[in-house]
């Protein structure tokens, strides 16, 4: 079993940067691949990015593609999401998760631990 911790959300204008933090605790976090999803008030839990854990494929959501990169240190059992040029549509809760798996997964239901998300908020 891992526990998930997520830091790094915030208020930020449009056209900014974050860099979100997934520490995870427990198993070893090598044996999971890992995957950052958001989700807003009304809405359904979205995929944004995945890696997987060990080569460091990764796959990502078209609305993010050349904006968010995912990446994960091993080392310091850490997953990150680094978010550039922000809009006001991807304000939401970011929450990482992970799989017992080697592949990067994109679908929310195939993840079995959760962090408890960290809120994002792009103004115009």
């Known amino acids: 079993q891992v526990q998930l911790v997520e830091s790094g959300g915030g208020l930020v204008q449009a056209g900014g940067s974050l860099r979100l933090s997934c520490t995870a605790s427990?198993?070893?976090?090598?044996?999971?691949?890992m995957g950052w999803f958001r989700q807003s008030p009304g809405k359904e839990r979205q995929f944004v990015a995945a890696?997987?854990?060990?080569?460091?494929?990764?796959t990502y959501a078209d609305s993010v593609k050349g904006r968010f990169t995912i990446s994960r240190d091993n080392a310091k059992n850490t997953l990150y999401l680094q978010m550039s040029s922000l809009r006001p549509e991807d304000t939401a809760v970011y929450y990482c998760a992970a799989k017992t798996t080697a592949y990067p997964l994109s679908t929310y239901t195939q993840y079995d631990y959760w962090g408890q998300g960290t809120q994002v908020t792009v103004s115009s």
């Open positions: 427990g198993r070893t976090f090598s044996s999971y691949a």
């Open positions: 890696i997987s854990r060990s080569d460091l494929r990764t």
